[in-house]
């Protein structure tokens, strides 16, 4: 039982991590708070449910439809909403209240589209549910799967960002955005291309979801505050911090409705995110400021 508890929370986790790195790319390198996060991922579920359900398509090969179009919607709502708030930030320095304020309407755009289109009752489908023998533990196949599709995917992206030059073009703008235009760098640009890679990284998580759990139109919230509390935790902008965090919030949440009490999962979430707070404000992983 621990065994499965232990590999359930980690898959758990990583599809978290995933989700909440696509946050921390958004807020880190295009300083946006964004409150529709959680109703991308739901809105990708779906997807994934109306391709493998109508069509055959098995979530896989609906990634290769629902990822560039998670992109472009997410580049197309860059232009359209945040780029004039970014522009009036310059003068005003309100970047980050203006945009919890715009994605806080977009989330009930959203989020009223899918209750309109999808109704408001709970799904999920079939898809790779049998069980496969790991250490003893009995884990679906389901689950394993997204495991691996989160760590191929983090990787992917950590890698990118740490060992390539556009990745230290992020990075830059990630540590200081005022100095990075004296070197040639278009922020603009760059911000505007990691929040729709943003945008993917949520639809990606969306889709492993609906591998293995139920859904409806309404759990967008929830995937909005765990990605929050994950950031904050990890450390704001920090993808490794995100990482861990997520592992961490995915093993709590498994032992807590394994061995305590399954209503008490929500709790022990953000138990687990105010101890870290007390302890270490600025997260695992991020840097202090000031004195």
């Known amino acids: 039982m621990l065994t499965t508890a232990l590999i359930s929370g980690l898959v758990l986790g990583g599809t978290y991590a995933l989700v909440a790195m696509g946050l921390t790319l958004q807020y880190g390198i295009s300083r946006i ?5 959680g ?39 860059y232009g359209v909403m945040m780029q004039p708030l970014v522009k009036r930030s310059s003068k005003t320095g309100t970047l980050e209240v203006d945009s919890i304020l715009a994605t806080f309407g977009l989330l009930f755009v959203i989020q009223g589209v899918m209750l309109v289109t999808f109704g408001s009752n709970y799904t999920s489908y079939n898809y790779l549910n049998f069980g496969i023998d790991i250490l003893g533990a009995n884990i679906a196949a389901n689950r394993l ?3 691996v599709l989160a ?40 911000a505007r291309f990691a929040f729709a890679l943003g945008t993917m ?43 861990v965090a997520g592992l961490l919030l995915g093993l709590v949440e498994t032992f807590v409705a394994t061995y305590v009490d399954p209503g008490l999962t929500l709790a022990s979430t953000y ?13 695992l992983f991020g840097k202090a400021t000031g004195r």
Request: charge should be positive; proline fraction near 3%; hydrophobic fraction near 60%.
């Open 145 to 147: 799967l997204a495991f």
């Open 33 to 37: 708070m964004n409150l529709a996060y």
């Open 271 to 283: 138990l687990i995110f105010l101890v870290v707070l007390l302890w270490k404000p600025s997260g």
């Open 151 to 190: 760590i191929v995917i983090g990787g992917a992206l950590f890698f990118v960002l740490t060992c390539t030059r556009w990745g230290t073009t992020i990075r830059a703008i990630a540590v200081a955005p005022k100095s990075a235009p004296l070197v040639g760098i278009n922020v603009n640009r760059t």
């Open 201 to 243: 990284l949520a639809a990606s998580g969306g889709v492993m979801i609906s591998m293995y759990q139920t859904f409806n139109a309404s759990m967008g919230v929830v995937f909005t505050m765990k990605a929050l509390v994950i950031v904050i935790m990890g450390g704001l902008g920090n993808l490794m911090g995100a990482l």
């Open 39 to 77: 109703e991308v991922t739901i809105f990708a579920a779906f997807s994934a449910f109306l391709l493998f359900s109508t069509f055959g398509i098995n979530p896989l090969m609906g990634m290769l439809v629902v990822l560039p179009g998670a992109f472009a919607f997410g580049y197309l709502i």
